[in-house]
Every structure is written in C-alpha cells, then in structure tokens.
C-alpha cells in the first residue's frame, strides 16, 4: 500500500486544491509542526496527499495519482459538477478510469476499481 504521495503546488491555490481531493474522499490533516508553514496535508483511509507550497510548482506531464473511489458515478458528476473536466478511458479489468487536472495541473487517475492483484 503506498502511505503518501507529495505534490507541488502554489500556496495560493491550496483552498481550490483541498476541494478538489474532498471531491475524491480525503480530508485535511495536519502536518508535524516542522512542515505546516510549508505544506498542507489531505488523507482517506490511510493513504496521504503531501501538498507542498511551491512558488514555481512542477507537476509531471504523464506522471500521476490513481485513486479508487467508491461511487464512481457520483465521484465523475461531482467533478463536473466543480468544473473540472474527467477524461473516461478505456476501461481496465473491467472497471471505469478517468484522468482529471487537480488545480496545480497534477494529472489525477480516478478508477472504479483497482488492478486485480
């Protein structure tokens, strides 16, 4: 199981980033006193998202999250809804995927399931 993944992003678009990973399931969590003055953290289950302000962020161009969601239907329309845009895939192991842009531009896998393991 992978514990965390930290990302770059600009302090001043922490607020639209927490909404974007509530609308994936995690919640915001603090950090150990050492990183709050430089990072935000997000977590669901025991998986974390390390969000580290960055004044010149880099967000990979084919590098990304993958998230299992637990309602698909209603996690994609609660995307649209925020006015983010869910690129659907083609499905693996039988399951829907989709790629999305979080606001710092890190590409973000949505799946209904994950690989059979």
Do not use: C, N
């Not at 909404?19 to 430089?38: C, S």
């Not at 983010?84 to 979080?102: G, I, L, M, S």
């Amino acid at each position: 199981m992978l514990q965390h993944v930290a990302l770059e992003i600009r302090q001043a678009d922490l607020e639209r980033t927490l909404a974007f990973w509530k609308l994936l399931g995690f919640e915001q969590v603090e950090p150990p006193v050492t990183l709050r003055e430089r990072a935000a953290w997000v977590q669901r289950g025991p998986t974390q998202i390390h969000l580290f302000f960055s004044d010149d962020p880099v967000a990979p161009p084919s590098g990304h999250a993958a998230v299992v969601v637990e309602d698909w239907d209603a996690t994609v329309a609660s995307l649209h809804e925020a006015g983010y845009a869910p690129e659907e895939r083609q499905r693996h192991w039988d399951a829907a995927r989709a790629f999305v842009r979080d606001p710092s531009g890190h590409r973000v896998e949505v799946m209904a399931a994950p690989p059979p393991g």
